[in-house]
């Protein structure tokens, strides 16, 4: 099988070790050995059980903040006709992911999209391009439910779609968290200046502007003015830290807010969760949903499903998180207030959390998901060497 993909995040690479220890499928991962995103690190080098045949991606920004992508060393391991199966990007920006739709026709290998699909209805030219790219598929592998019920109300019946969801390693994240010991926890707490009855709130990803991260630091200063004592803890860097920590200090909640920076070490992501009490996701909460409930934060996020990503599935009210109404700020500081005093809802949500990634949300239910499309548009089946 052959998987192209612009770049290999850091957080994929626990699925795909999980893709090559399936039995009875071989894959070959092909992608940029650079990232195609700020502030993503992706995966560096060819070691352990992933092996990365590197093509180089060329990239052309367009108005309005759109690039068009372009990877021809994957087209010419896909043109060996070598593939049972070819797993391409699902973007329509990709003139990559086009021109493998052309040449699986003649080579006689079946092209699966990994893609989105949709977060909210579309209509007009956009849709057009976007159906005609999935329509020339072999089938989808969709992150959500949801987008899986949009495509097949715009008339995608056709199509094969799979769902797949997404997923971070929860286990090294169980691993992470038993090396985390209590002086840990403590010389933390004694660090970030958290007294015994403050409250923590926690968001892990990259600052950037559709997370509406502004809204944590005001609902700590509106949570300050009732009495209530929250801290919150930014984990991550971006274009948005230089604001928000201009913010915090015009709002006078500098000592409650705490620029951590960029965390790729589970230990210490771990013991930054063990302080906290819930996860905060203002607006488009994708796998920092993921992270969150790997290590037994509920995660409140906002009403809006079509103003979210697919990872927002992963919450049940009441059980591994909460939802807030969107655009409503005082509803947003209520539902913190809420989850938080007089006991975190974290006290009970921790177990329900975890199980709810290991049951749907694990690299190997995903991989095994994966494999059953691949299996499903072979032809082939179960037979499949």
Partial sequence: MLLQQNSVAHYRVRLFECLTELSGVEFEFVADAESDTPYMPVLQSSSGAVQLTRCRLFRWALPFGVHLYFQPGALRRLLLGEFDVCIALGSPYSLTTWCMLLVGRIVGTP????????????????WWVRSLLYRCSSGLLLYGERARDLLRAQGLVRTPLFVIKNSLDPDAQARAEAHVSAADVGALRAR?????QDRVLIFIGRLQPVKR???????VAALGARGQRVHALLLGEGQQRESLWQLAHELGVNELVHFEGAQYDETKIAGYFAVSDLCVIPSGAGLTVMHALGYGTPVLTHDRPDLQFPEVEAI???ETGAFYPHDDFAGLVAAISNHLFPEPLKAHAAPLCRQRVTAEFHPVVQARRIEEAVRAVSGRGSTLP
């Fill in 213 to 219: 991260l502004d809204l944590i630091v005001r609902a």
């Fill in 192 to 196: 970030l200046g958290l007294r015994e």
């Fill in 316 to 318: 049940i009210p009441g």
């Fill in 111 to 126: 092209i699966l999209l990994w893609t989105h699909g949709l977060l909210a209805p579309e209509r007009g030219p956009k």
